[in-house]
């Protein structure tokens, strides 16, 4: 790729857009300015409704702003989808029940006209990134939720996009598996460089997860604080017991209570 390795990986200036429902305009993101920097994990965090989702499905061309710039790798976001620039993951896995685990994750790969030698060095790469190497084989209903979630995760991974947008990855799992996640989410991050763009309503996995923490609040959908994380990139989990964690902790709370202020 030529990019400039310098430039914001995403850059938003002035970013409106505006829902027209039936119940009249809805303003999902209003005046968001955000640069995403190479390498970044960035989560959004904000109560329900203050756009997280939608600007995530900005910087993936699904949703379309009615004003202002926004680019992904220098280039419009639509550009940067047809550039396999990203790889997405839901809240839920959305794994298909008929293909196996391998058969999941080299979905795209088909898609994409990869060579079937092509496909399985990926898939082999991504599954065992993730940990999952000896399941290629099983069914999603023969893992558990979050094993599920780490091959939707692996899935997103393996065209090798240097975006990861994730939204609520980890949302409907137990807090013992989410912590586990979250580690393995920081090794896998730590491991390939990518840049992280990640939705959560958790104030500790925002701030373990984090090198930037943007905090948004609703009506209308707009970024209230914007938190460089002072922590050191290697956490281990009881890095959340650390006074430098918690005063991270206390400022997003702060953040997200200051944009309550306006209901
Ligand atoms: N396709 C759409 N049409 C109309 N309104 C929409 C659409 N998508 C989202 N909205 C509205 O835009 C606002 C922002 O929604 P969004 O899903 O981005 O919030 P969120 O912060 O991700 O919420 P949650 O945490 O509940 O997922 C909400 O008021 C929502 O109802």
């Not at 910087?59 to 976001?77: D, Q, R, W």
């Not at 620039?85 to 029940?97: K, N």
């Not at 065992?128 to 000896?134: A, F, I, K, M, Y």
């Not at 780490?150 to 013992?176: Q, T, V, W, Y």
Request: proline share 6%; charged share 25%; with cysteine.
């Amino acid at each position: 790729m030529t990019e400039d390795v310098k430039a914001p990986v995403i850059f938003a200036k002035d970013l409106n857009l505006v829902f027209q429902t039936n119940d009249g305009p809805v303003q999902a993101l209003k005046d968001v300015n955000l640069s995403i920097e190479r390498g970044d994990f960035v989560s959004f965090i904000g109560p329900s409704g203050c756009g997280k989702t939608t600007f995530l499905r900005c910087i993936a061309a699904l949703e379309h702003p009615t004003s202002g710039t926004l680019t992904v790798n220098s280039i419009p976001p639509e550009e940067a989808r047809k550039a396999r620039s990203y790889g997405y993951v839901f809240q839920a896995a959305g794994l298909y029940p008929w293909r196996t685990i391998a058969g999941n994750v080299k979905l795209p790969l088909e898609i994409m006209g990869y060579t079937k030698a092509e496909q399985d060095a990926r898939v082999e790469k991504v599954l065992s990134l993730v940990d999952l190497q000896g399941f290629a084989k099983k069914f999603p209903w023969q893992l558990s939720g979050g094993m599920q979630q780490r091959a939707s995760i692996a899935r997103a991974l393996a065209f090798d996009a240097d975006i990861l947008l994730m939204d609520e990855p980890f949302g409907a799992l137990d807090e013992i598996v989410r912590d586990r996640l979250n580690e393995e989410l920081l090794k896998l991050w730590a491991r390939t460089g990518k840049t992280i763009g990640f939705v959560t309503h958790s104030i500790p996995e925002a701030v373990y997860l984090s090198t930037k923490i943007v905090v948004m609040s609703p009506r209308p959908g707009r970024i209230t604080d914007v938190i460089e994380s002072t922590l050191p990139k290697d956490r281990p989990l009881d890095i959340r017991d650390s006074a430098e964690f918690l005063k991270i902790a206390h400022r997003v709370r702060e953040g997200l209570r200051a944009g309550h202020a306006y209901d």
